[in-house]
């Protein structure tokens, strides 16, 4: 949520900043409600006096033996006034907050102008497309040829957009999360947490998912208000929601794996072939807790985590930094990583990691007490996958394919396959 004391005091520069996501924000309706809450503050703060006044009069008419009763009924009548007043106050700021809830991040003054990913700008490519000496296939095809990667069964089982796998490619997927944490524990200092995979309403609203994208949630019926997380960041940061954190304590570096299910309904008609968009993956996830003068570099040092993942697996992928328009919700500045898929001949998405500055933060209420003051001031949030599993597993497919239709396991892999070199 942004800061309503920015918007009050420099409305029209943060509209002309969100114009870069493609964001209207509707500054009369902000304006308008504003002002109204501010009217009704201050007559009830002119009530509250009136009455305070009032009260006395009521004591010294009482001891001089006076009769009190109009003052009484005066009193009662603000009293009325008062309780009308509160009822109409808290419909204004219910509606302001509804307005605020719904208004994004600002984004950095580095990102790029621009309305669609077809406007991201590359920062860096690492390796080169992998090339090969015969038509290489697609995970799919790769895939389902020896019935370890099985589209039809999930579809029985469920429906559209799940996978079962079997064997040795379980294996492989299971194995990519082991070394996915292990890298991130013991080679850049984060911790591993484990988390519910259901979450709260006020935790969603807390990272940004709620109101807005409500849509692309599972809800789980009930009347416990629970919905299935759509990513992992969700539960990990909210563990710093009404906390205040000492400084010695940061940074915090959290990393866990879980499941994530998303409806993806805004997704029709893309990528219904195989397992680059799914209801239900796995992914390994990175979240920072800094304090704000350190969350740009930090935002460099976790896209940096990321990419080792990438880097120890040898497959090729590029840097992108996010345009305006293809900027997220809450983000104020994402990295996407891009791995290449010889099936695809293209890049595609594997990581993004963001920088949310106190966006996060100020409706958690995480904070931190900054030891210059003493005084508690909200952290700044990050995070990343480091990385989409079932992508990852995609890419190994793609990318480590022979021409016999084998799958050659990357070196870093072959300790957690028990030596097995080749699917």
């Known amino acids: 949520m942004l800061d309503p004391k920015l918007l009050r005091s420099d409305l029209a520069a943060v509209a002309q900043k969100l114009s870069k996501k493609g964001y209207q924000f509707d500054t009369d309706l902000f304006t308008g409600l504003d002002n109204t809450r501010k009217h009704l503050q201050s007559t009830t703060e002119q009530l509250q006096s009136e009455r305070k ?21 005066a ?28 208004v994004p991040n600002i984004p950095d003054e ?45 579809a029985k089982i469920t429906g559209s957009r799940f996978a079962v796998m079997r064997g040795n490619l379980a294996r492989l997927h299971r194995a990519l999360i082991q070394f996915m944490l292990d890298v991130q524990t013991r080679e850049h200092g984060y911790e591993e947490v484990y988390v519910p995979y259901l979450v709260n309403a006020e935790s969603l609203r807390g990272t940004g998912q709620l109101p807005k994208f409500e849509e692309d949630l599972f809800k789980v019926p009930g009347d416990n208000d629970f ?5 992992a960041e ?27 299910f998303r409806s993806e309904a805004g997704s029709y008609g893309r990528d219904t072939r195989g397992m680059i968009r799914q209801h239900q993956f796995e992914k ?24 080792a993942i990438l880097q120890k697996l040898e497959l090729p992928y590029r840097v ?43 409706r958690m209420q995480a904070r931190w007490r900054n030891p ?30 022979t021409a016999e239709g084998k799958i050659r396991i990357p070196a870093v892999l072959q300790a957690y396959m028990g030596g097995i070199k080749e699917l």
């Not at 009193?75 to 509804?98: F, S």
């Not at 390994?284 to 990419?307: I, R």
Request: net charge negative; with cysteine; proline share 5%.
């Open 53 to 73: 006044t009032l009260a006395a009069q009521i004591g010294k008419a009482a001891k001089a033996g006076e009769d009190i009763s109009p003052l009484k009924a």
């Open 75 to 102: 009193g009662e009548r603000i009293n009325q006034q008062l309780a009308n007043i509160a009822g109409e106050y808290k419909t204004v700021q219910e509606q302001l907050d509804a307005l605020l809830l719904g």
């Open 110 to 154: 580095a990102v790029p102008e621009g309305t669609s990913e077809d406007d991201n700008i590359e920062v860096r490519v690492w390796g080169s497309p992998t090339q090969f000496d015969f038509e290489p296939k697609d995970h799919v095809d790769l895939g389902t040829a020896n019935g370890e990667l099985d589209f039809e069964t999930a």
């Open 227 to 231: 919905y299935l997380i759509p990513t």
């Open 234 to 260: 969700v539960p990990v940061t909210n563990i710093a929601r009404d906390r205040i954190f000492e400084a010695k304590e940061l940074p915090c570096r959290f990393t866990s794996h879980t499941p994530c």
């Open 284 to 307: 390994v996830e990175m979240v920072q807790l800094v304090e704000p003068t350190q969350s740009a570099q930090a935002l460099e040092e976790l896209t940096g985590h990321a990419e």
């Open 320 to 362: 992108v930094v996010l345009c305006g328009g293809d900027l997220g919700f809450s983000a104020t500045k994402t990295y996407d990583l891009e791995v290449w898929l010889p099936g695809q001949q293209k890049y595609r998405e594997i990581s993004s990691c963001s920088n949310m500055g106190d966006f996060q933060a100020r």
């Open 372 to 401: 210059e003051t003493g005084k508690p001031e909200l952290l700044h949030t990050l995070n990343g996958s480091g990385l989409a599993v079932g992508r990852t597993l995609v890419a190994i497919l793609e990318n480590y394919q």
